[in-house]
């Protein structure tokens, strides 16, 4: 897909709207960026939050979601050693759902990661990565986005950012059953309906 075409999704989702930028503001950084194959226009941090984004999320037309209990989630940052382009809107190339490391827990599937010479999605990479793909989405085939962690002094937080498929229970609602779901896991747990988000490299290197 162009980067014109995930610049319309975008738009259409309601980009424009949560981060109060034009569409013509929007479509500069765009043409700022060079239009690669395998990539997926990734929203900075800095453009609008994980929250405002999880909105923009369909599935079988409910929008997406936070749980109510992960009220700190813009205090989940890009871990050490992740350096995002400078750029409000950027490029993730090659991004896999990692499915082989299903029922792997976070704190195994990072240096596996890193050793495959690829880089782990932070949440805002995900939910963009889905805006453009929302069918990488599927029952027993969802991920996380363990390349955001919460710092706490010296340590991180043992909580890690997902993205699932709410099955309507407890506190989501049968209301909000089936919507695609922000949420988080322990770091040292697995779960075999999660693998682990990551990308090849990130465009442009700053």
Same mark, same amino acid.
């Given at each position: ?22 569409p ?34 369909? =599935? ?7 749980? *109510?209990?992960?009220? !700190?989630?813009?205090?989940?940052? /890009?871990? +050490?050693? #992740?350096?995002?382009?400078? =750029?409000?809107?950027?490029l993730?190339?090659?991004? *896999?759902?990692?499915? !082989?490391?299903?029922?792997?827990? /976070?704190? +195994?599937? #990072? ?12 949440i ?7 805006l453009?793909? /929302? ?33 309507g ?38």
């Open positions: 897909m162009s980067l014109i075409d995930q610049l319309h999704r975008l738009l259409d989702a309601g980009l424009a709207d949560v981060t109060g930028s034009s013509a503001e929007l479509a500069a950084c765009v043409a700022a960026l060079p239009d690669e194959p395998q990539c997926v226009l990734a929203v900075h941090p800095e453009l609008a939050t994980a929250r405002q984004l999880a909105p923009l999320l369909r =599935r079988d037309d409910k929008p997406g979601f936070v749980v *109510d209990d992960m009220v !700190d989630l813009e205090q989940f940052v /890009p871990i +050490e050693g #992740l350096a995002l382009p400078d =750029r409000p809107l950027y993730v190339r090659e991004p *896999d759902r990692g499915d !082989d490391m299903r029922n792997w827990s /976070p704190n +195994e599937a #990072l240096p596996a990661i890193l050793e495959r010479g690829r880089t782990p999605l932070t805002h990479e995900g939910i963009s990565w889905l453009q793909e /929302p069918k990488v989405l599927e029952p027993n085939h969802c991920f996380m986005t363990i390349g955001s962690r919460k710092p706490t002094g010296d340590t991180l937080d043992a909580r890690t950012p997902a993205i699932w498929i709410s099955g229970t407890g506190r989501d609602g049968t209301a909000r059953r089936r919507a695609p779901k922000i949420g988080w896991c322990w770091a040292g747990n697995r779960h075999t309906w999660l693998g682990f988000a990551s990308a090849r490299h990130r465009t442009p290197v700053n």
